[in-house]
């Protein structure tokens, strides 16, 4: 068993690259992607007197709204659809409102991408600029007092040209570009399926050119670092592995980090045996040049869909009046990684273990996988026949039944040739909202969700996992009793608080409620939606929104009492924001943008609401 260790004992120090403007600059609040605010003015003291401030209806139904719009001198940005609009952040009005289509020479549909956007400061002879990317592969940048469109090469920029030519279709991102002095640096969607296609390579480009600055290859060319990990030929025109959340950016120290997918085919690997780096993989480039500093892969020889879903967060830590630069990723199967982001050594121990193996005919598990030893017990990463639900009579007895015609064999069970029980399954253990952490407290905060899949894999010109129990009531493969309720005991989700300096669990608390089932007294359970991340504040709050029953919370960091909420009028699947408004007054805001339908007991009434922004701020 091979032990990679780096212990410190160490009291947390300041916040990364983050402003104490009050502002909220990036999906993640400051370019590491720290998730906290370092406003005080509502504490866990006055929490209970938030009311709501204002609303913003964004004209579109509520259907899966991922955004966390920024803020900036009181001017609050966000996207919708193919237009991003500028509101006054204390009052909720529009300051001015821009459709991309509008612009020329961008093709047909350029929806922008779905995690957000940026914001360009600015160099004392430009002025500041909103910088986004669109699913159809353009970069663009619009004045960020007027929403005009940039004039230029620049503004414009076909990201696609020179990429697309061999492959054809589009090229696609999903994510806001990460911003580094005058670079966007951004990375293309590239999907899970196929052997052939688009590369997932980070590129850098100049904002003041629209050229390309560098690019690296998260599939090693011939002579490159680490060629060789995806058999003789599996490297070539392989498709992906794409980056799917927003990257994070050392400004101090010129590093990106940039969490990648898995490889594709995602279930069945026989075209790249090896490895498969950079797949599945938190990989530090130098963000002024591309050059890798260090990488670190999750899961080797991914098989099981446990692609990195979530930004990484940057935090500091002080020992002996030393600062300890570190990052922290959160994964899918549950597993909270803590490095020196300068070095990539780990803050705790990792572990090489012995893995199932795989009975796919042509391929092979990798026979080993790095497990964390702290934290310990974050998620659940296998299941029991004794851990079966037992809400009811009814939903033991099926989800028993289940059970018994499936496999698990424990952590990293693959999708197999008979019904396999994977857990978690690909939707998380860690939900793609990633991680917040308090500099004040020492402690990094991540919502869980415990969920299975069942599934098998079929005979196909290319890999795919389909239902296995086609007689479940919900058109899924997730592992869930006839009505929909997870078929392991609760608690289904968790937010979690984890010490930065120990590595352990200092509180866990159930997210979410079935109000059906705290009705008959079965209460404490989470629901089985847990999509979007939490954020932290300096005064000691966690806000939250996340779960399928329409809720946003608030909770004492120090011990996660839920302190606060709010029934907004549909789920919140982003993250949300805190902020300062021109009068001094601090915000806290949502977007009830709509969630997943599948968990949701009773059903979402129809027609959906629209989503719509929601501010509070105390009385």
């Known amino acids: 068993m091979r032990t990679l260790c780096l212990v410190f004992a160490l009291a947390l120090g300041v916040r990364v690259g983050a402003s104490d403007s009050g502002d909220w600059t990036t999906v993640g609040n400051d370019p590491g992607g720290s998730k906290f605010s370092p406003l005080t003015q509502i504490t866990p003291a006055n929490v209970s007197r938030l009311t709501k401030a204002w609303t913003y209806d964004l004209g579109i139904p509520a259907n899966g709204y991922t955004s966390t719009p920024i803020v900036i001198n009181n001017v609050m940005y966000l996207p919708v659809r193919t237009t991003v609009v500028a509101l006054k952040a204390d009052a909720g009005t ?17 929806a922008i991408s779905g995690r ?5 400061p600015g160099n004392g002879q430009q002025g500041p600029r909103i910088v986004i990317a669109t699913t159809n592969g353009f970069l663009v940048q619009l004045d960020a007092k007027t929403g005009t469109a940039v004039p230029g090469p620049a503004g414009a920029v076909n990201l696609g040209a020179g990429v697309m030519d061999k492959f054809g279709g589009t090229y696609a991102m999903n994510t806001a570009p990460a911003i580094y002095k005058n670079l966007a640096i951004i990375g293309g969607r590239t999907g899970e399926a196929g052997r052939y296609g688009v590369p997932g390579d980070p590129r850098a480009i100049d ?3 629209g050229k390309e600055v560098w690019r690296f290859h998260v599939v090693p060319y011939v002579g490159e670092e680490n060629f060789g990990t995806w058999g003789l030929n599996g490297w070539q025109d392989r498709r992906g592995p794409g980056i799917w959340v927003p990257m994070t950016v050392d400004v101090a120290n010129d590093l990106v980090f940039v969490p990648l997918g898995n490889a594709t085919d995602q279930n069945f690997g026989n075209s790249r045996p090896g490895e498969n780096l950079y797949a599945t993989s938190l990989l530090a480039l130098q963000a002024s040049t591309g050059k890798r500093k260090w990488h670190f892969q999750m899961t080797h020889h991914d098989i099981y869909d446990w692609d990195l879903a979530s930004p990484p967060a940057l935090f500091d830590f002080a020992k002996n009046g030393q600062t300890i630069p570190a990052v922290a990723q959160m994964t899918k199967i549950g597993m909270l990684y803590m490095f020196n982001r300068l070095t990539g050594e780990p803050l705790f121990p990792i572990e090489e273990r012995p893995v199932p193996r795989f009975d796919a005919p042509g391929d092979q598990a990798w026979p080993t996988q790095p497990f964390t030893t702290k934290p310990a017990g974050l998620t659940r990463d296998g299941m029991t ?10 939903a033991e007895k099926y989800c028993t039944e289940v059970f018994d015609k499936s496999v698990n064999a424990g952590p990293y069970t693959p999708y197999g040739m008979v019904p396999s029980l994977v857990f978690p399954g690909s939707e998380g253990g860690g939900g793609w909202g990633g991680a917040a952490t308090s500099p004040t407290l020492g402690l990094v905060f991540v919502n869980t969700r415990h969920l299975g899949v069942i599934a098998q894999l079929q005979s196909s010109m290319s890999s795919g996992v389909l239902p296995s129990f086609a007689k479940q009531k919900v058109p899924t493969n997730f592992y869930v009793d006839e009505q929909g309720y997870p078929c392991n005991a609760p608690p289904w989700s968790e937010l979690v608080a984890v010490s930065a300096v120990s590595g352990d669990i200092v509180w866990r608390t159930p997210l979410g409620e079935y109000r059906e089932l705290t009705a008959k007294g079965i209460r404490n359970t989470g629901t089985a939606v847990n999509d979007g991340g939490p954020i932290a504040t300096a005064s000691g709050l966690v806000f939250i929104g996340a779960t399928s029953d329409f809720g946003f919370r608030a909770f004492d960091a120090k011990t996660g009492k839920e302190l606060w909420r709010a029934t907004l009028p549909d789920d919140v699947l982003m993250t949300p924001l805190t902020y300062q408004g021109a009068s001094g007054k601090q915000f806290v805001a949502a977007v009830a ?14 027609p959906r609401p629209n989503a719509t922004v ?4 105390l009385p």
């Open 94 to 110: 529009e300051l001015w409102k821009t459709d991309v289509k509008s612009i020329g020479g961008l093709g047909p549909n350029p």
């Open 116 to 120: 957000g956007i940026s914001y360009w």
């Open 207 to 209: 904002l003041l050119t």
């Open 385 to 394: 026949r004794s851990e079966v639900s037992k809400i009811s009579p009814e």
């Open 593 to 606: 943008g709509g969630g997943d339908a599948t968990f949701h007991i009773p059903a979402k009434p129809t």
């Open 614 to 617: 929601v501010a509070f701020m």
